[in-house]
């Protein structure tokens, strides 16, 4: 069974740093095209960031610079590491396992979420 | 930067189809997919490569996509179906999108 458990929330104060983590079971996550996909409180969904099967990765605009994605082959774990966190980037983060290829790209498995909340 | 654009709200009345647009330029060109989300819930893929279902979405759900829009028809609409509703695509330059989505009231 395809399990993603994510793990590192919390309150952190504007400019701080946080790392999520994404524990990944019945799927090999270095297979996949693994991302994460946040929620602003009462808003609708926005993509953060991808890592591909081969290790290229991709940000959008809002996070690019402050966001790093990456994963743990041996731990068959995903993490998002953000700097320089802002109000705005108050959200609940998913983490989601991506199939298809080239423009066909969707995502069938979703992780319970985890909040972040950006606040003095 | 490539967006999507979807009506904030649509009501449909039980037992009725309901319609939810996805508009894009040239969204044809590309592969549309929808989630469900409840509240207090992850998101759930009901639609996928424009009209294919995953293993457990009811057949009352379907899904088109051609010239600038992807629409999402649910058929025969139950009160279960009442939810928020995303559609999303993978563009070259922006990797993926999401449309603001659109909240199905069943009334």
């Known amino acids: 069974e395809v399990q993603l458990v994510e793990t590192g929330g919390g309150l952190i104060q504007p400019g701080g740093s946080l790392r999520l983590s994404c524990a990944a079971s019945g799927f090999t996550v270095s297979r996949n095209y693994m991302n994460w996909v946040r929620q602003a409180p009462g808003k609708g969904l926005e993509w953060v960031s991808v890592i591909y099967s081969g290790g290229t990765t991709y940000y959008g605009d809002s996070v690019k610079g402050r966001f790093t994605i990456s994963r743990d082959n041996s731990k068959n774990t995903l993490y998002l590491q953000m700097n320089s966190l802002r109000a705005e980037d108050t959200a609940v983060y998913y983490c989601a396992r991506a199939l298809g290829s080239s423009s066909c790209i969707y995502f069938d498995y979703w992780g319970q979420g985890i909040l972040v909340t950006v606040s003095s | 930067s490539y967006e999507l654009t979807q009506p904030p709200s649509v009501s449909v009345s039980p037992g009725q189809t309901a319609s939810i647009t996805c508009s894009g330029d040239?969204?044809?060109?590309?592969?549309g997919c929808w989630y469900q989300q409840k509240p207090g819930q992850s998101p759930v893929l009901v639609i996928y490569e424009n009209n294919k279902r995953p293993s457990g979405i009811p057949e009352r759900f379907s899904g088109s996509n051609s010239g600038n829009t992807a629409t999402l028809t649910i058929s025969g609409t139950q009160a279960t179906d009442e939810a928020d509703y995303y559609c999303q695509a993978w563009d070259s330059s922006t990797a993926c999108v999401f449309g603001g989505g659109t909240k199905l009231t069943v009334l």
């Open positions: 040239r969204l044809g060109d590309k592969y």
